[in-house]
């Protein structure tokens, strides 16, 4: 017979973060960006309760996480959100800050904000959320989509032809000297979602020791203006966009032990 054990006598394996906020979300069911508040209220708790913390939001889907997050957060025009960052971490250097910004911001309206931040080294960690599509505006194509993505003006498929090539920024920033660590990383299957962690994590190291802009970008599914159920989101950027753009760490934090870091975590 089955010996039952009291829920006093487990172990804990699995909690909530301190931070974490229930208050459920207003994405789409099988949106992409669900499981990535979970993961950085765990690293806020990571660094500690005397970390003064402040998040800057950029306009989009994106624009709903500040409830499901409980640091200081600021909103901001769109693709404007790494020059607001940068007023904040010039006027109160000891804060962490840290952009949360879709492709849109990012590779449209904030491409010039973008190259320009890590050209002056700022000291923060950017997180984009990348669908390939600007999702709250009826899902056009951006310029991190796919080829072969299908969105609202792409309805057969991303193609170089007609769309032109997408531009990995990723990899640009990698190139320049005042960035201090880039990575990639999806959240199509819990394995991904695993070692996104470990990205994302290292970002904010970045920060913390001062290395210049940390870089991560994140992949994830728009099933809405996808035209897909999630399962089939999930496996379309398991098979077509990471085969496209390789997750892992791009450019790996200085010194001995970042050297480590190269490749997978
Ligand atoms: S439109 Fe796309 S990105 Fe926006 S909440 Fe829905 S699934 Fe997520």
Redesign the pocket.
Known sequence: MTQLIKPEEMDVVFDRPQFYVDQGHH??P????GVLPRIFNEEFDKLGPEARIIGVVDIG?IS?LPPMLSIEMTGCGHGRALAVATGIKRILPDVIVCVFIGDGGVLMEGLNETFHAGARAENISVFMFN?G?L??TG?QLTMSGSVGLPTSTSPKGRTVEQHGHPIKVAEMLATMPGVGYVGRVSTHDPVHVYRAQKVISDAFRCQVEGGGLAFVDML??????WSMTPVQANKFQGEVIVSQNPVGVIKPLAGADGDRRKGWP
Not at 30 to 33: A, E, L, Q, R, T
Not at 220 to 225: D, G
């Open positions: 994405w789409c099988g949106c992409g960006y889907c709903q669908n599509v999702a709250d899902g994830t599914t728009c099933p809405t203006s």
